[in-house]
């Protein structure tokens, strides 16, 4: 079946510029979850999605950083004021509901977003 | 806070070679551990993974075992092969949380 998927695969954008980046997860599940991937940085979580709902947004770094879900289903990252430190890639994953199973089911990555900042 | 610390990289090897990427972790509770390899250009997939204490999770050769009591979860393959070099990220994620990753270990394996 289908996996996750994203998109733009690469975006280049202006320092300044917003962004908005978007994942569709494996129909069904009802967990999705934003990461970002940088050199420096390593793999770092953004923000949980439980349904339409953000029960943890704790790894947004900034209030440029927001996110939503709709249906369920495709959820947007949107960057506003775009910075050169947001170069990343960011990854978009998905999972059965976890809740209540000591955190046990498999995420599912799609293949990211590759955004740079000039 | 919970937390991975895994063996930086890179690390080198021959062919048909032992492997062990070490990894321990810090958490609260029973956090369930993974262990995630990334092949060149493409994306994040789940290698192994163990949702208690003693449990071993296993996977086209790679082994790993949950010890509790070493908070430790480390990745071993008897013989590697060229095509499993890689990027290798031990994880653990609690109920209805993130997964918190360790910073990677690149492993390149030569015939």
């Known amino acids: 079946g289908a996996g996750v998927s994203q998109s733009p695969s690469n975006k280049v954008t202006e320092k300044g510029k917003d962004v908005e980046l978007r994942c569709d997860p494996i129909s069904g599940h009802t967990a999705l979850y934003w990461y970002r991937q940088s050199l420096g940085q390593g793999l770092e979580f953004l923000i949980y999605f439980q349904g339409n709902s953000a029960p943890d947004k704790s790894g947004l770094p900034s209030d440029r950083f927001s996110a939503e879900r709709t249906g369920g289903s495709v959820s947007t990252l949107t960057i506003q004021r775009t910075q050169q430190e947001d170069s990343a890639v960011y990854l978009c994953?998905?999972?059965?509901?976890?809740?209540?199973?000591?955190?046990?089911?498999?995420?599912?990555f799609g293949p990211g977003t590759r955004l740079t900042v000039t | 806070g919970n937390s991975v610390t895994q063996m930086e990289g890179p690390v080198t090897l021959s062919e048909e070679a032992f492997l062990t990427i070490n990894c321990t972790y810090t958490?609260?509770?029973?956090?369930?551990l993974f262990w995630y390899v990334q092949y060149p250009g493409e994306g994040l997939q789940l290698l192994l993974k163990a949702t208690k204490a003693d449990d071993k999770g296993s996977n086209k050769g790679f082994e790993a075992t949950y010890r509790k009591e070493t908070t430790s979860f480390h990745l071993e393959k008897g013989s590697v092969q060229v095509s499993d070099s890689a990027v290798y990220f031990c994880a653990l994620s609690q109920a209805g949380t993130a997964l918190i990753f360790g910073k990677g270990t690149t492993l390149s394996v030569s015939s």
């Open positions: 958490a609260t509770g029973y956090p369930s």
């Open positions: 994953a998905s999972s059965l509901d976890q809740r209540g199973t000591s955190g046990s089911h498999e995420q599912y």
